[in-house]
């Protein structure tokens, strides 16, 4: 990981890793990210990158079927792959700031849990893609207070519809 500065106002920040595990196929995870600080103090930010995870002991061998929903592992699980996407611009200053963030998760081999025969299950959903924006607004009313404005969107599309419940667009 490390950064440069391209020119006077921008910055580029990129990793590389390599995740290895013994049960897994290793994956190399790489990102970049350029910010623009404009003179006017706004900055804009442009993030790019991937993400890797293994399945967790609990989602490969847990059992617990005295839950109230009985639960269990999957030892067939794959990894999650995602491409991240984010573009982003802010303005901090003392008196008030603002930021405001577009973004898209494509996921492939999601992990998450399946209703099956009365309990619930670890399994791997071949597709998910979540994107949205962020809006905050911070504005000072005094020197002991200040009032926030947040409003977050997300879409999620998937094959399952299990994946899509309990989200909220709003």
Do not use: C, W
């Not at 293994?54 to 030892?75: A, Q, R, T, V």
């Not at 992990?111 to 025969?117: A, K, L, P």
């Amino acid at each position: 990981h490390d950064q440069f500065y391209f020119s006077k106002n921008t910055e580029i920040y990129y990793g590389l890793r390599y995740t290895r595990a013994r049960n897994f196929k290793g994956k190399y995870i790489q990102a970049i990210s350029i910010m623009n600080r404009h003179p006017s103090g706004y900055n804009v930010r442009l993030n790019i990158s991937s993400g890797y995870r293994i399945p967790s002991l609990k989602e490969l061998y847990y059992e617990y079927p005295d839950h109230f929903i009985p639960l269990y592992g999957n030892p067939n699980l794959q990894p999650t792959l995602s491409k991240n996407y984010s573009l982003s611009l802010d303005k901090r200053a003392s008196v008030n700031d603002i930021s405001i963030d577009f973004y898209i998760r494509d996921i492939e081999n999601f992990i998450s849990t399946e209703y099956d025969n009365a309990a619930l299950i670890y399994r791997n959903y071949d597709y998910v893609l979540i994107n949205g924006f962020n809006v905050n607004y911070r504005r000072e009313i005094n020197k002991s207070s200040s009032i926030k404005f947040v409003y977050n969107y997300v879409s999620i599309d998937s094959e399952s519809n299990e994946i899509l419940e309990l989200i909220s667009n709003h």
